[in-house]
């Protein structure tokens, strides 16, 4: 942590409480939609397990009958109009230029979900609600997006969150006494015993009943058409996603050493030269494939490669799914 950044992080941490305190008190105006809205966020910037969580809450909603649209502002896409549909439910609509990376990844993820993407949510809500009926919406990265009234908050954490400080001193966006308004604390974390002592210290200060533990878990690798594929022996891992040690790691767990990394920014849109670069540099590794991720793999351009190209994708599980599942239906069964 930056300390002696620590004052402008006290002010931003104000500046947000007050905020939202605003919005409490009605001062701020919300905008209701005439459908359930579940807010799934993070309180720190990125690489918190909330893209996944959104997977599965949209899943458990659609599989319980409910039809369902995620909402996202579509970080890293170019797109600035009132309402991109990025999948129909049927078919993927939008590439990752103009949607954004994660709106594509998840379209592509949740056959007979509708995502779509606006800077102005309640706006593009109220165009899904007009051209497609009422559903329930999941509402990505929505913590702090206070302007659309929702039925169920959900948080995700990292067990190092709660040790951090509000920008630009930490990476919190809020200060961790913003969790008082959510309504589930999703607690995720790859050391055990820290997740655990976590999970405990926001259980007493919040009630075990606003808290879900959540696990990273592996779910295999596929080609680029998505068709499951054999894992490798030697993978280079190529990365633009904000915490690409999880993915050493889950590798690792694998058994798989890598031969080689090539780790770029968060959202990066990748260029062929790079990936023909990339490739070379995984062959002198003596790599027998390249490894990305599903948020890289929806950016990246057609390059050629003597090496396959795989995704490895991980799922969201949490602890007592069918009390998480029972809360979701409770927000959202009116849809």
Same mark, same amino acid.
């Given at each position: 942590m930056r300390a002696w950044l620590a004052p402008l992080g006290a002010v931003f941490g104000g500046a947000t409480t007050l905020r939202a305190a605003l919005y409490r008190r009605g001062v701020l105006a919300d905008t209701r939609l005439g459908s359930p809205v579940i807010s799934i966020g993070n309180l720190a910037m990125g690489g918190r397990g909330k893209t996944p969580l959104v997977e599965l809450t949209a899943t458990l909603l659609r599989d319980a009958g409910c039809p369902v649209a995620v909402l996202s502002r579509g970080h890293g896409g170019d797109f600035r109009g009132d309402l991109l549909v990025v999948g129909d439910g049927t078919r993927v609509l939008a590439e990752a230029a103009q949607a954004g990376d994660e709106p594509v990844m998840l379209a592509r993820a949740l056959p007979g979900v509708v995502v779509a993407v606006g800077r102005d949510r309640a706006r593009a809500g109220r165009g899904v609600e007009a051209a497609m009926g009422p559903r329930v919406f999941v509402l990505d990265d929505g913590f702090q997006h206070l302007r659309l009234a929702r039925d $169920?908050?959900?948080?995700?954490? *990292? =067990? %190092? *969150? @709660?040790? +951090?400080?509000?920008? /630009?001193? %930490?990476? @919190?966006? +809020? /200060?961790?006494? =913003? $969790?008082?308004?959510a309504h589930l604390i999703v607690v995720s974390g790859e050391e055990e015993d820290a997740a655990r002592a976590a999970g405990d210290a926001l259980s007493q200060r919040f009630g075990p009943a606003r808290v879900v533990r959540a696990r990273r878990c592996p779910a295999g690798f596929f080609d680029l058409a998505g068709a499951p594929a054999r894992a490798p022996a030697r993978p280079f891992l190529l990365t633009g996603i904000a915490r690409p040690e999880r993915v050493v790691a889950d590798l690792a767990a694998q058994g798989l050493p890598l031969a080689g990394q090539a780790a770029f920014a968060d959202h990066h849109r990748f260029r062929p030269d790079e990936i023909e670069a990339v490739g070379r540099q995984a062959e002198r590794s003596g790599a027998d494939a390249i490894v990305t991720t599903a948020k890289d793999a929806v950016r990246l351009p057609v390059a050629g490669s003597a090496l396959p190209v795989l995704v490895w994708r991980v799922r969201c599980a949490v602890d007592d799914e069918a009390r998480f599942r029972a809360r979701l239906l409770g927000a959202g069964g009116g849809a």
């Open positions: $169920l908050d959900i948080v995700c954490v *990292d =067990a %190092g *969150d @709660l040790r +951090e400080r509000p920008l /630009p001193a %930490g990476v @919190l966006r +809020e /200060p961790p006494s =913003a $969790l008082g308004r």
